[in-house]
């Protein structure tokens, strides 16, 4: 196999220098709300699903977080009040995760912050179409290095969505197939 060329090699080292700093330069743009980018990310996936509750497993799946990570993260937003934990009413096994009022409010409150930073550091410099570049080339590689569809990406880019499942979930805090 053929060595990559040096576009190619140009091309990735970008992509990693973007991997690394995004979440860094988001956190701090997320500090003065008290949050980290990452728990905006959990606080936006519970404000999309239905009645604010996702078992905790759907919410590893929705923000490609290990289990262990997502149980340090939503402990801490426990301690914040914008989460709580709660037994599964259809299976006693799962446990849910639960916006709270607080949540919610932290939520809204942050997502100006996160919209205009998103803008200003990565659609701002992408010029007329950039998003739609920028959604396809992205797409392009997560379907090679998501073929499962675990984090799938709806074909209108509304949100990440776990795969679709055959069934209709056994509990209501499984996001519903679409």
Same mark, same amino acid.
């Given at each position: 196999?053929?060595? =990559?060329?040096?576009?190619?090699?140009?091309?990735?080292?970008?992509? #990693? !220098? /973007?991997?690394? /700093?995004?979440?860094?330069?988001?956190?701090?743009?997320?500090? %003065?709300?008290?949050?980290? &980018?990452?728990?905006?990310?959990?606080?936006?996936? =519970?404000?999309?699903?239905?009645?604010?509750?996702?078992?905790?497993? %759907?919410?590893?799946?929705?923000?490609?977080?290990?289990?262990?990570? /997502?149980?340090?993260?939503?402990?801490?937003?426990?301690?914040?009040?914008?989460?709580?934990?709660?037994?599964?009413?259809?299976?006693?096994? *799962?446990?849910?995760?639960?916006?709270?009022?607080?949540?919610?409010?932290?939520?809204?409150? &942050?997502?100006? #912050?996160?919209?205009?930073?998103?803008?200003?550091?990565?659609?701002?410099?992408?010029?007329?179409?950039?998003?739609?570049?920028? &959604?396809?080339? &992205?797409?392009?590689?997560?379907?090679?290095?998501?073929?499962?569809?675990? =984090?799938?990406?709806?074909?209108?880019?509304?949100?990440?969505?776990? *795969?679709?499942?055959?069934?209709?979930?056994?509990? !209501? *805090?499984?996001?519903?197939?679409?």
């Amino acid at each position: 196999m053929p060595e =990559l060329q040096q576009d190619e090699r140009v091309a990735i080292a970008r992509l #990693r !220098a /973007l991997l690394e /700093l995004l979440p860094t330069a988001l956190d701090r743009e997320l500090a %003065a709300e008290g949050i980290t &980018s990452f728990e905006f990310t959990l606080l936006e996936a =519970l404000h999309e699903a239905d009645a604010g509750r996702l078992r905790l497993s %759907a919410l590893a799946a929705r923000t490609n977080a290990t289990l262990p990570r /997502l149980s340090r993260v939503v402990t801490s937003l426990e301690r914040k009040g914008l989460v709580l934990r709660a037994a599964c009413e259809e299976d006693g096994r *799962a446990t849910n995760a639960l916006l709270t009022p607080a949540g919610e409010r932290a939520y809204e409150a &942050s997502r100006p #912050r996160h919209d205009e930073a998103v803008r200003r550091m990565i659609f701002d410099g992408l010029g007329d179409g950039g998003a739609e570049r920028l &959604s396809e080339i &992205s797409y392009a590689i997560l379907d090679k290095l998501d073929p499962d569809r675990r =984090l799938a990406v709806t074909a209108d880019g509304c949100a990440a969505d776990p *795969a679709p499942a055959d069934d209709p979930p056994a509990c !209501a *805090a499984d996001p519903a197939p679409r």
